[in-house]
C-alpha cells in the first residue's frame, strides 16, 4: 500500500505538503503511510484514493493486506482459524488453493522445529 500511495502521488507531481493540505492530513502522517510507519484509517484510504485517482477497491485490498501482514501472526493455527472463519462466512478454500499449501508447509515446518529441538 505504501507504495501505490507514494507512486500516485508522485505521479500527481505532489509533494508530501501539497497532498497533505488537498486531503487535510498531517504531512507527518502522509510520510507515515507511505514509509510503512503507520496505517491509515479506512475513512483515510477513501480520500487519498479519491485525490490520487487510485481505484479505490485496490487501495481497500492493499490497505487490508497491510492490517493483516501487522495483526496476524502467520503461523498454522493463525492460518487454521482463518480458514475456519471463512468456512463459517462460507468461503471455502480449495484443497490445492495456495492456501492450502501454505498451511501445510508451515505446519510440516513447526514439526520440524519441534523434533529439533527435542534432538
Given at each position: 500500500?505504501?507504495?501505490l500511495?507514494?507512486?500516485?502521488?508522485?505521479?500527481?507531481?505532489?509533494?508530501t505538503r501539497?497532498?497533505?493540505?488537498l486531503v487535510k492530513?498531517?504531512?507527518?502522517?502522509?510520510?507515515?503511510?507511505?514509509?510503512?510507519q503507520?496505517?491509515p484509517?479506512?475513512?483515510?484510504?477513501?480520500?487519498l484514493?479519491?485525490q490520487?485517482?487510485?481505484?479505490?477497491?485496490?487501495?481497500?485490498v492493499?490497505?487490508?493486506?497491510d492490517?493483516f501482514?501487522n495483526?496476524?501472526?502467520?503461523n498454522?493455527q493463525?492460518?487454521?482459524?482463518?480458514?475456519?472463519?471463512?468456512?463459517e462466512?462460507?468461503?471455502?478454500l480449495?484443497?490445492?488453493?495456495?492456501?492450502?499449501q501454505?498451511?501445510?508447509?508451515?505446519?510440516?515446518i513447526?514439526?520440524l522445529?519441534?523434533?529439533?529441538n527435542?534432538?
Amino acid at each position: 500500500m505504501k507504495d501505490l500511495l507514494k507512486n500516485a502521488r508522485l505521479n500527481k507531481k505532489l509533494g508530501t505538503r501539497e497532498l497533505a493540505a488537498l486531503v487535510k492530513i498531517d504531512p507527518a502522517l502522509i510520510s507515515k503511510f507511505e514509509s510503512g510507519q503507520r496505517i491509515p484509517t479506512e475513512k483515510q484510504i477513501k480520500i487519498l484514493s479519491g485525490q490520487l485517482e487510485i481505484d479505490f477497491n485496490t487501495l481497500l485490498v492493499a490497505w487490508y493486506k497491510d492490517k493483516f501482514y501487522n495483526q496476524i501472526d502467520f503461523n498454522p493455527q493463525s492460518i487454521q482459524a482463518i480458514t475456519e472463519v471463512l468456512s463459517e462466512k462460507g468461503i471455502e478454500l480449495k484443497a490445492n488453493s495456495k492456501e492450502t499449501q501454505i498451511a501445510e508447509i508451515l505446519s510440516e515446518i513447526e514439526n520440524l522445529k519441534t523434533k529439533l529441538n527435542s534432538i
